[in-house]
């Protein structure tokens, strides 16, 4: 098989399976098959839909793929969240509990009402 026929459109995909191209479209939109510019790759395609498994627990390369890239895109934000100083370690927030609950044991006018209403301000990140 040439390059240009290792990949085909929804419509043509269909034809090639034997089935209508409102079912191919319908695995595009539950991602069990994945569009490259636009067509699926015939061989990655087949694989997913000869595999008979309609186990949810059976493990499925692609949905494994996408939960790791998922994965991997969150905790990429968190770290660029937290260089921009807009997330606050566990560490700094312990502290700032500490600091309350030693000024209201300190200071009994200090009410919980009082802490609830300003604890925004108290954690609030810059």
């Known amino acids: 098989m040439n390059k240009l026929e290792e990949y085909l459109s929804q419509s043509k995909y269909a ?3 034997n089935v209508t191209k ?7 939109k539950e991602g069990r098959l994945h569009l490259i510019k636009g067509k ?3 061989e990655m395609s087949d694989a997913e839909l000869d595999n008979k498994s309609n186990d949810d627990k059976a493990p499925n390369y692609w949905r494994e793929k996408a939960l790791h890239e998922k994965a991997k895109r969150e905790l990429a934000e968190l770290d660029l969240k937290l260089k921009h100083d807009q997330l606050v370690e566990v560490d700094q ?16 006018l ?3 009402s009082f802490v ?10 810059s």
């Open 93 to 108: 927030v312990g502290d700032q509990l500490d600091k309350i609950f030693f000024a209201h044991n300190s200071c009994p």
């Open 40 to 42: 699926l790759n015939i």
């Open 116 to 125: 609830n209403r300003h604890s925004a301000y108290l954690f609030e990140v």
């Open 22 to 28: 409102g079912y191919i479209g319908r695995l595009v």
């Open 15 to 17: 034809e090639h399976r």
């Open 110 to 112: 200090l009410s919980w």
